[in-house]
């Protein structure tokens, strides 16, 4: 009985508790409480420590946090992409009249129509995720991963085999296929890995050969052609439609009314570069991999597998590109359409100013992905809605994307901005105020 109402007891003290802090509270919004200035008193104070010293603070903390590295990638990715967006603004005032309203659209994007192109702008950039996180990580362990569009073929390879030959309930032929296509751009990546870990073969070189390799391996393997000389007249498209075994939409299309496009895939992507953060930062094997990207002569002296780490970066890399292309094809909307005579997806391309935007981040790769997807279909608004034609829109996002390549640029900018200079002159001459009293004492 007694610690029955001795619970009730504690009940009553922790309310009471809780309603004394909400009471100080409140009265410390009129009169100092607990010698505390009042709130709003404080309130001034912190937004004033944002720009200049105080009493609290030995600099702005505006000023500390810009030499945070993440938020000054972040700084330089925001600058690379309004450089280029102006740079758009001023090419299109050569049609004064319409300028300001392509300007309009082009920053509204995937906003203009929401939330149906919202649901666009996140399936288009599923697969730009996916060729984002597949160069970056490589990056991370000091690897240029130009090879994306070649692991992204045969990632779409090995799916589609999959989703059109294999039987069984949907939703098993789905993963089989989804998986099949990350095994594809898992072995299309250890070839520029291992020649790169074992043979010291630069892997871009390497990865630009397996690209051409690829995408005429994939043209014979859906042609049937048995590596025959094609004539003129078959220079044919054939749709490949895997209807039936299609990404399943989780009532995201509820979420985005309108949008067709929209399936669970995006949800899989953000998932897998979370995945990819903490590996690459919260654990023994990303330390080991960034080890061996920034010096791989110290980490093999470290005990570190070098060899094994770069075959590993590559592979991990192409099953990435892998998966985006095997997750982007079975949607419903899209039917891999190939011909004799073809180019490289571009989306692998696209993966490596997404990497570059995104410093290579994980979480960065996310949100400028959907930047990528949201700034093109602000471009069809603008062709659509203005005087302006596709290669307008064109030229906009290519020189947003150019930019990307500039982040690291402004990084290292902000970087010397953020360090304090040092007084030469001062330097000099405590210098020789040191020299002249150690000659004093030298000559007694």
């Known amino acids: 009985m007694n610690k029955f109402i001795a619970f ?13 802090a909400i009471g100080k509270w409140f009265k410390n919004w009129f009169v100092p409480v607990d ?23 030995d600099e702005p903390r505006l000023k500390t946090l810009l030499k945070k590295d993440g938020v000054k990638s972040f700084v330089a990715t925001l600058m690379s992409i309004f450089i280029g967006i102006f740079i758009g603004f001023l090419i299109m005032l050569y049609k004064p009249s319409n300028a300001f309203v392509g300007l309009k659209y082009l920053l509204l994007g995937s906003f203009s129509n929401a939330p149906k192109t919202i649901g666009d702008a996140l399936f288009d950039a599923t697969p730009l995720i996916m060729t984002g996180l597949s160069v970056a990580f490589a990056y991370k ?7 994306a569009p070649g692991q992204y073929l ?70 049937g052609s048995s590596m025959t000389n094609p004539s003129i007249n078959s220079y044919v498209k054939k749709p490949i439609d895997v209807t039936g075994v299609t990404n399943p939409k989780l009532g995201l299309d509820k979420i985005f009314v309108g949008s067709q496009k929209i399936d669970c895939t995006i949800l899989i992507a953000i998932a897998i570069a979370i995945i990819a953060y903490i590996i690459m930062n ?12 920034k010096n791989k002569f110290a980490a093999k002296y470290a005990g570190i597998k070098d060899k094994r780490n770069i075959a590993l970066s590559m592979i991990i890399a192409g099953s990435f590109a892998g998966l985006g292309a095997a997750m982007y094809w079975l949607s419903n909307q899209n039917a891999y359409q190939w011909q004799n005579t073809s180019s490289l997806p571009a989306v692998g391309f696209n993966g490596i100013p997404v990497a570059l935007l995104a410093s290579s981040n994980p979480i960065g790769v996310i949100l400028s992905a ?22 307008i829109t064109d030229i906009i996002v290519a020189v947003v994307v150019y930019l990307s390549a500039f982040s690291m640029l402004f990084k290292g900018q902000i970087t010397k901005w953020m360090t304090p200079k040092t007084n030469t002159k001062q330097i000099v001459e405590v210098i020789d105020v040191n020299d002249s009293a150690d000659d004093g004492e030298e000559s007694k």
């Open 282 to 293: 919260k654990t023994t094997f990303g330390f080991e991999l960034q080890a061996t990207g």
């Open 35 to 57: 010698g505390k200035a009042i709130i709003p008193v404080r309130i001034g104070r912190w937004f004033k420590s944002l720009f200049v010293k105080t009493d609290d603070v």
């Open 141 to 147: 362990v000091g690897l240029f991963n130009i090879g």
């Open 370 to 391: 959907y930047f990528i997807a949201h700034i093109n279909i602000g471009g069809f608004y603008v062709t659509s809605n203005t005087v302006y034609n596709e290669k």
């Open 154 to 223: 045969m990632g779409t390879l090995f799916s589609l085999l999959v989703a059109l030959n294999f039987h069984g309930p949907v939703w098993l032929v789905w993963i089989c296929a989804v998986l099949a296509g990350a095994v594809g751009g898992a072995l299309w990546g250890a070839i520029p890995g291992l020649f790169k870990a074992f043979l010291n073969i630069n892997e871009v070189i390497a990865s630009i050969m397996c690209n051409w390799i690829a995408i005429n391996f994939v043209a014979w393997i859906f042609s």
């Open 8 to 20: 009730f007891v504690a009940i009553g003290k922790w309310f009471k508790n809780v309603g004394v």
